[in-house]
């Protein structure tokens, strides 16, 4: 089936149901604003109080509809799926899942043991995998979907002291592959964003603020730092209608940093 646009040139967003992990976040909150402009309702997941004040704050202030929050603990994986159930069954199904929330501690590989690892993986991956499990049922029956996956530049030229995270983003890209190739058949498509480098909290665990910049612009091939807004915009495309025949795929959105 063919799907045409309804409004030629403007990203078709309206409308849907998009659950977003980490919404509260450096490039979450900015995503979510997005998302809600367009039109969409967001479900968002996020366990930072002061974050969550903050977005709940600046969809006030914009005047936006459509947020329900979720403060819940996405380690929690049995109380996840209940209340994913729960929200799901009230606005009719999840149209979109945005896998975006991570955590990122930094040591030397000795130093972690196996429950920090697993740990790692529990809130960057297997929530993510309670999220489209919860989420895929609606979509077969709509016969429409967009997973997306938030992975990393890391994923491909590893970093020092991330072990677990960079396991993580690698797990990440491996699922956004092989359910691509199973949920095709759905009319679900399953993509990963990769960012480069972007000036949230993320990038705190680098000691040398000032160094960190420069090490940064010096590899990408846009000088100058990424914006929150510029995942937003990868994000808002892959979710619409319009990207429906792009699946599968690792986007890059760094400024040029990783070209393959
Ligand atoms: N900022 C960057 O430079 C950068 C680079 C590469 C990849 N990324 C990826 O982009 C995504 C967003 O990163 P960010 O920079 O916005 O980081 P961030 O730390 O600002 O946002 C992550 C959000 O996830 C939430 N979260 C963490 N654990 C949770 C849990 N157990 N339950 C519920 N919520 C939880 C946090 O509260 C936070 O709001 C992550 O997947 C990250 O790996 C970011």
Redesign the pocket.
């Known amino acids: 089936m063919k799907h045409t646009p309804e409004r030629p040139g403007v990203l078709s967003i309206a409308g849907k149901n998009v659950l977003y992990?980490?919404?509260?976040?450096?490039?979450?909150l900015a995503t979510t604003l997005h998302f809600l402009r367009a039109g969409a309702r967001v479900v968002a997941?996020?366990?930072?109080r002061a974050?969550v004040e903050a977005l709940r704050e600046s969809v006030k202030a914009e005047g936006l509809e459509g947020l329900t929050m979720c403060e819940?603990?996405?380690?929690d994986l049995a109380g996840l799926r209940r209340r994913l159930d729960g929200a799901a069954g009230k606005i009719g199904g999840l149209d979109v899942v945005i896998n975006?929330?991570?955590?990122?501690p930094s040591k030397n590989f000795e130093d972690y043991t196996i429950e920090e690892f697993q740990a790692v993986q529990r809130?960057?991956v297997d929530?993510g995998i309670v999220c489209v499990q919860a989420a895929l049922p609606g979509m077969r029956e709509k016969g429409w979907g967009r997973i997306i996956n938030?992975?990393?530049?890391?994923a491909y030229g590893g970093w020092a002291k991330l072990a677990p995270?960079v396991q993580s983003?690698g797990a990440l890209i491996g699922l956004t592959r092989a359910w691509a190739r199973e949920f095709g058949v759905y009319g679900v498509t399953v993509n990963a964003v990769?960012?480069?480098?972007?000036?949230?909290?993320?990038?705190k665990i680098h000691p040398d603020p000032e160094g960190y910049t420069r090490f940064v612009l010096d590899h990408q091939a846009v000088k100058r730092r990424?914006d929150?807004d510029d995942?937003a915009h990868a994000l808002m495309f892959l979710a619409s209608e319009e990207a429906g025949f792009i699946t599968g795929q690792v986007l890059n959105v760094d400024g040029g940093w990783v070209m393959h």
């Open positions: 992990t980490g919404a509260a976040g450096g490039l979450g997941i996020d366990n930072d974050k819940a603990d996405l380690s975006n929330a991570a955590i990122y809130v960057n929530a938030i992975a990393s530049v890391t995270y983003k990769a960012p480069g480098a972007f000036p949230t909290d993320a990038e990424g929150p995942i």
